[in-house]
């Protein structure tokens, strides 16, 4: 086996970790503990970090169709954790808005994932934490250097 070959072993281990921890931290149980689904979680989270979208510009990023989104924007409609309003100019496009309670429920889901995560990891020391986290660290700094030296398509 060569050398290039088992480092591309290794970065396969790695990718199926960095895949799975988020499903363990982002699970359905953490969501519903706060009285959404997951799907929610996420879609209130991206409005939360992107502010708002279009429907259809959200359907896209979760890979869900039109009619989920309707779904899943009714149930947070609900909730009052958003809000759906037409473009002046374009009264067929429907803009969706995270709300205060929005934005307080994100930041509630984020707490109770870093308490799983922290709890997942008490039974390192605090050296082992630290060294995971500059790692970490260390590789995202790796891979967005690399992105940043490869020609634009």
Known sequence: MTTLQKLTDLVQSYFDL????????????????????????????????????RATDLAKVTGL???????????LEKLGTIERLRLKEDRR???????EAGVELVEKLYRCRVLKMAEALE???REEVLELLR???GTSELLEQRLKEEPND
């Open 93 to 99: 496009t429907v803009m969706i808005s995270i709300t």
């Open 135 to 137: 790692i970490m660290k």
């Open 123 to 125: 039974n390192m020391s």
């Open 18 to 53: 960095i895949v799975h921890l988020p499903r363990l931290v982002n699970n359905e149980g953490i969501a519903k503990g706060v009285g959404i689904t997951a799907t929610q979680g996420y879609v209130l989270h991206y409005l939360h970090t992107h502010g708002s979208q």
């Open 65 to 75: 169709t039109s009619s989920a989104i309707t779904q899943i924007s009714d149930g």
